[in-house]
């Protein structure tokens, strides 16, 4: 049979042959027809507060979370306001890659800063009803102050998984949807003298129970943007 000659200007099919190793790549990746995931595990227990003189601490924000493994970022932004001269909340956990809004609320400038290794940056002063924003790609802890009111301090949890929570006012907690293995469990509040920790084993479908216990203590002292001693305003930071 006689062959025919390609039509000028007419570009030639793609060359399905190509194709197959990615095709073949992507079906012994894909799980089994009719196979099922393994069932996700779940840790729940209690966490109590104590200050450095063993008074006991019925207000603490506690945050509780999971490590070992990793997952991807929610794409979401967790929000923490500058109101009264505070920040509101002053303690947030998100996950690596996700971003923190900081809205002003006050009728006054405010400079939001960190120089922890975690994350360094400097948002500049800016005025109320205006916001910024950051992304926090790395896992660490980022300790937020203001350059403007050394009153103002809070910290920004950047963990490598989904699984983490904020204990209930009574200091109970749940953690769902944590894959089996042998994990480390963490509890921290701000002003913890060191995190609380405990190793657990999570078996799929399984419950795992585990209490933890921290000490806080004073108000670690820090400085501005700079690295020199805030000036006026007293308080611990001059």
Known sequence: M???APVRGRPAPPRLPSLLPALALALALAPPRGARAQPLGRVAGKVTVTEANGGAVADADVIVYVVG???PATNTAVTIKQQGR???PDLVAITAGDRVAFPNND???HNVFSQSPARKFDLGAYRRGEQKEKEFPDAGVVDVYCNIHPEMA???LVLPNRRHTRA???GSFTLEGVPPG????FAYTRRALKPASAKVTVTSGGATSVDLALVRGAEVEHRNKYGTKYTGGGGPYQ
């Open 154 to 156: 809070a910290t920004i």
């Open 168 to 170: 209930g006012p009574d």
């Open 69 to 71: 493994f990793k997952e």
């Open 86 to 88: 505070r920040f509101v």
């Open 107 to 109: 009728p006054f400038l």
């Open 2 to 4: 006689e062959r025919r």
């Open 182 to 185: 042998t994990w480390t469990v």
